[in-house]
């Protein structure tokens, strides 16, 4: 039995726009998801009591596929499901082992289609749980690239490297198309508030797709936050943390303009620019979940716990730790 870990992540910038070519960097987080694997005789069964269809277990071989028995939609189900079906399915490819079967238990404290990125978590740390359990020890490069492989087919084609890559290896990284590099960061005073709500992450980037083939302007938007990373990138090297938070100012209003933010997500971003934080965004595929902003005092923090609408706030600190066997 192996259980293995991954953090998620905030995007200081660039999340959308990385889809399409432009550069992004996300920045791991203390907030982890931990799978176990156990190996079994064959056929598959996922215990996800985190998942908010109010937590279940699922059971099934590989080749009938049954439903699991709850009340919910197929659809929100097979959403549901994908991302671990998928990386148990690079796990058996990874080790040549067709017929493993798992015994599968997700614990997760990353809230979910909320921008945090627990769809990469969950696929980088099982796929390592997985293999590691079938005595394989893979690459951190081949565990990002194969937990990029679950997150393009669950998104039907429509996913960066970016999530994975940084969940697999930690820290801030830089990510733009195939070429994905750990970058150095100064550490950021982040402060997360999250609605509660979560969205679609393949909806919202096809919706986004939508926008960007019939308009002009929609794809000069996407090209101007990939113009914000790359002025992103060199306050980051220089450490300067007041541009940082401009840029990302910025960053959330090209965002906005591409549809992907939404009333609460707004009203925490404006909280938190009133409260003078350094500067605030939506993260990840937006539509609803969490805002980052930058603020090194209790300010913004506050200003969130008092935002309608906001249902947490918190502080998280960049983790440098990726992808981890916690026990063997
Ligand atoms: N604790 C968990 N247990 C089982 N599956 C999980 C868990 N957390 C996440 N997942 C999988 O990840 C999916 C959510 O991924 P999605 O990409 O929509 O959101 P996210 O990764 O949290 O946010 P973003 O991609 O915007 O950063 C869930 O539907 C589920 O399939
Ligand atoms: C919206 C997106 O850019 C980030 C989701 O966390 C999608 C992706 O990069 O796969
Ligand atoms: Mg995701």
Redesign the pocket.
């Known amino acids: 039995m192996v259980t293995a870990s991954a953090p998620g992540k905030v995007y200081l910038f660039g999340e959308h726009a990385v889809v399409y070519g432009e550069p992004a960097v996300p920045c791991a987080i203390g907030l982890r998801?931990s799978v176990t694997a156990h190996e079994r005789e064959g056929g598959l069964r996922i215990r996800?009591d985190?998942?908010s269809l109010s937590g279940f277990t699922v059971e099934y071989d590989g080749d009938s596929n049954n439903r699991p028995d709850i009340d919910a939609p197929d659809s929100l189900v097979e959403?549901?499901?994908?991302?671990?079906d998928e990386a148990v399915a690079q796990v058996r490819d990874a080790a040549d082992a067709p017929d493993a079967g798992f015994d599968i238990t997700?614990e997760?404290e990353?809230p979910?289609?909320?921008?945090?990125?627990?769809?990469?978590a969950?696929a980088a740390a099982a796929i390592e749980a997985g293999t590691r359990e079938l005595g394989v020890e893979l690459p951190s490069e081949e565990i990002a690239e194969r937990a990029y492989q679950v997150e393009n087919t669950v998104q039907n084609g429509q996913a960066s490297r970016a999530?994975t890559f940084c969940s697999t290896m930690g820290g801030a990284v830089r990510v733009e198309g195939e070429d994905c590099q750990p970058i150095d960061s100064p550490d950021l005073p982040f402060v997360i508030g999250y609605d509660g709500g979560a969205?679609?992450?393949g909806a919202l980037v096809a919706g986004v797709r939508d926008l960007r083939d019939q308009y002009d302007f929609a794809a000069d938007t996407v090209e101007a936050i990939g113009d914000v990373v790359r002025r992103g990138e060199r306050a980051l090297a220089a450490e300067n943390v007041t541009e940082i938070g401009k840029l990302m100012d910025f960053n959330h209003g090209l965002l906005s303009a591409l549809g992907v933010s939404s009333r609460t997500l707004d009203s925490m971003v404006w909280a938190a620019r009133n409260a003078d934080g350094l500067g605030a965004k939506l993260t990840?595929?937006g539509g609803g979940g969490c805002i980052v902003a930058l603020d090194e005092t209790p300010e913004t923090l506050t200003a969130l716990e008092y935002t309608p609408g906001c249902e947490e706030a918190f502080r998280a600190e960049l983790d440098t730790d990726g992808v981890r066997v916690e026990t063997e």
């Open positions: 998801a996800a985190d998942l959403a549901a499901m994908g991302y671990v997700i997760s990353i979910l289609g909320a921008g945090l990125g627990s769809s990469a969950v999530d969205g679609d992450t990840g595929a």
